[in-house]
C-alpha cells in the first residue's frame, strides 16, 4: 500500500511539473495593457528571461503623464528594495574571496555600529543584518535617511536611538537600515564605496550600462522615469525623486529592464554572465538559501512557509521555490520573479505607486507554475477601491469625533519654538502670516501648516503631496508649560511616525 502511494505522489509531481514552465506571451503583452489602463500606470517595462535568452522584453506608455515622452527598454526606473538584492550579492562575492564570512561581528568592520541594547550590538552579524532580525519595527529608523541629508555613516550613529519591539533573533520585521550598515562593511572590506564596488564586480561584468546608485549619475541620464503619486483626489502628479544616496543600496538602485534581464540571466546561470564567474555558485546558493521562516502577506499572494534568505522572499508553490523581492519608494513600483528550476525569470516596474507589477508577475507564475491562487486581479481592483473608501471613512470618523467650538490653551506665539527629536534633530514651529507652520530640516518634505483643530490639536497640512495630512498635539506639564509634541499621522511607505519622541528644548 505504501508503495502504492508514494507511486501516485510520485506521478501526480510529474503530471504538475509537465504542465509547469508553459506562459503565452501573447496573453501577458494583452494582460499588461490592461493593467496598465485600469490601475493608471504612466510608464511600464517587463523583461523575460528563460534558459539564458530573452524571450520577451518590451516597454509601454511614458516617462512622464501628459507628454509624448515613450518609455523604452533602456529607460532606467526605481526598482526599490530589489536593490537589496545587489547587497548581498557584493557580500557573497566578498565571502567567496575569503575577505569576510557569513557569521563575522558587524563590529569587527565598523566599531562605531551601536543598537539600542550593547549586548546586540557586540552580537551582531552580516548574517543578522541581511534576515531582519533585529528585534527592531517594521522599516525602524525610516526618519533618519527619508529625504534627509544624513550622510550613511551619520544615518548608521543614528540606529543606537531605535527601541526594539521583540528579542534579538526572535522574529523578523522588514528593515532597510541593516542593509545600509551591510554596504559599509562591504566598503571597509574592499577600500572603495559599495556603489564602486557594485558597479565594478557586477554592473561592468553584465552589462548593465544604465544601472546606477548614486543619485547624480541617475539624474544625469535623460532616459529616465519621473515618479508619479496620487494626490487626495486619486490624481497622478510628477514629484522630485529623492536623492536616496543614504540608503542607496536597500532601495535606490536605478535600472532599464534591459539590464535587469542580463541580472536575471546571471543569477539563474548560477552566477555566470556569458562564460565568466561574477559570484561563485556557494555564495549564489546561501543567498537563496531559507535563513528565516517570514511569511510577507496571506493567500493568495504568499502562503504560510514563505522564508527569508539575503535579500530575497523564497516561497514553496507546487513542487518549485518561487524566489522573489519587490521593490517601492515614491513614484516607482518593481517586482521580480525567479523558478530557478525552470530557468524563468520576470522583471516589471511601473513609475508610480500601485500594484501593477505585481499583477504581471502573478499572472506569469500563475501560468509558469500552473497555480490559480496567482489570479489576483480581482482582489487587487477591490483593494484599489477600497483604499479610496477608507480614506474617506478615517476622515468622516475624525470629523464625528471632533470636539467643536474648542479653543486652544495658548496664545499662537507660545507654541512657537525649537522642538528636538533624537533621529529628526531638531524641530521648529513658527508663525507665518499668522498661522503656524511645523518645519523637519533634516526632512526636507516635511514641512506643514498648522489649523487648530480641538483643543491643543492641530490639523497639519504638508506642503508635499506625498505626506497624508495628519495632526499634531502640544503636551503640557503641570505648570501648563509646553513639553513637547504628539503626532497622529498616517505612516508612509518607510516611516513609522510613532518612532518620534519630540520634546521642547526652547
Not at 501516485?8 to 496573453?27: D, P, R, T, W, Y
Not at 569576510?100 to 566599531?111: E, T
Not at 562591504?186 to 557586477?202: A, I, T, W, Y
Not at 546606477?212 to 535623460?222: F, L
Request: net charge neutral.
Amino acid at each position: 500500500m505504501k508503495k502504492l502511494i508514494f507511486l501516485f505522489f510520485v506521478l501526480l509531481q510529474v503530471a504538475v511539473l509537465a504542465q509547469s514552465g508553459k506562459i503565452n506571451l501573447q496573453e501577458l503583452d494583452l494582460y499588461a495593457q490592461k493593467v496598465m489602463k485600469d490601475f493608471d500606470v504612466p510608464g511600464m517595462t517587463i523583461g523575460i528571461v528563460r534558459n539564458d535568452s530573452i524571450i520577451f522584453v518590451k516597454a509601454y506608455g511614458t516617462k512622464e503623464i501628459n507628454k509624448n515622452l515613450p518609455v523604452n527598454t533602456n529607460t532606467t526606473f526605481g526598482i526599490g528594495s530589489i536593490s537589496k538584492s545587489f547587497t548581498a550579492l557584493t557580500l557573497g562575492i566578498l565571502v567567496a574571496q575569503g575577505k569576510i564570512n557569513w557569521d563575522d561581528k558587524v563590529r569587527k568592520y565598523l566599531p562605531y555600529f551601536e543598537l539600542y541594547d550593547p549586548y546586540v550590538s557586540e552580537n551582531f552579524t552580516i548574517r543578522d543584518l541581511l534576515t531582519h532580525r533585529s528585534g527592531l519595527k517594521q522599516v525602524s529608523g525610516g526618519m533618519l535617511w527619508y529625504h534627509s541629508d544624513l550622510s550613511r555613516t551619520e544615518v548608521i550613529k543614528g540606529m543606537k536611538y531605535l527601541k526594539p519591539i521583540s528579542g534579538f533573533r526572535d522574529k523578523p520585521a522588514y528593515q532597510n537600515l541593516m542593509y545600509l550598515v551591510a554596504s559599509e562593511i562591504v566598503k571597509e572590506v574592499s577600500g572603495m564605496p559599495c556603489d564602486e564596488f557594485l558597479k565594478k564586480n557586477v554592473f561592468d561584468k553584465i552589462k548593465m550600462a544604465n544601472s546606477t546608485s548614486v543619485s547624480v549619475e541617475r539624474e544625469a541620464n535623460s532616459n529616465r522615469a519621473l515618479p508619479h503619486v496620487s494626490n487626495n483626489k486619486g490624481e497622478l502628479q510628477v514629484v522630485e525623486q529623492e536623492k536616496g544616496d543614504n540608503v542607496a543600496p536597500a532601495g535606490f538602485v536605478f535600472s532599464s529592464v534591459n539590464d535587469m534581464a542580463n541580472y536575471i540571466r546571471m543569477l539563474l546561470n548560477d552566477g555566470k554572465f556569458e562564460g565568466n564567474e561574477i559570484v561563485v555558485k556557494s555564495s549564489l546558493d546561501e543567498i537563496f538559501k531559507p535563513q528565516i521562516h517570514f511569511p510577507l502577506f496571506s493567500e493568495p499572494m504568499h502562503n504560510d512557509f514563505s522564508s527569508y534568505g539575503f535579500g530575497w522572499w523564497l516561497t514553496p508553490k507546487n513542487g518549485h521555490k518561487i524566489i522573489e523581492h519587490s521593490g517601492g519608494i515614491d513614484g516607482m513600483t518593481a517586482n521580480l520573479v525567479l523558478v530557478k528550476d525552470l530557468n524563468i525569470g520576470i522583471f516589471a516596474v511601473v513609475n508610480t505607486d500601485n500594484a501593477a507589477p505585481f499583477l504581471v508577475t502573478s499572472k506569469f507564475l500563475e501560468e509558469v507554475v500552473n497555480d490559480k491562487s496567482y489570479d489576483i486581479y480581482d482582489k487587487a481592483i477591490q483593494r484599489k477601491k477600497n483604499k479610496m473608501i477608507k480614506q474617506k471613512e478615517y476622515w468622516m470618523q475624525k470629523e464625528k469625533t471632533r470636539a467643536k467650538n474648542t479653543k486652544p490653551s495658548l496664545d499662537l506665539k507660545s507654541y512657537t519654538g525649537t522642538y528636538h527629536d533624537n533621529l529628526c534633530g531638531d524641530i521648529f514651529v513658527k508663525l507665518n502670516n499668522g498661522n503656524l507652520e511645523i518645519i523637519f530640516p533634516q526632512n526636507k518634505i516635511l514641512h506643514g501648516k498648522l489649523s487648530h483643530w480641538q483643543y491643543d490639536t492641530y490639523l497639519v497640512d504638508w506642503n508635499d503631496i506625498r505626506v497624508p495630512n495628519g495632526f499634531l498635539t502640544f503636551n503640557f506639564n503641570t505648570n501648563q508649560e509646553i513639553t513637547g509634541i504628539s503626532m497622529d499621522e498616517q505612516n508612509l511607505l518607510d516611516v513609522d511616525f510613532t518612532e518620534l519622541e519630540i520634546k521642547k528644548i526652547k
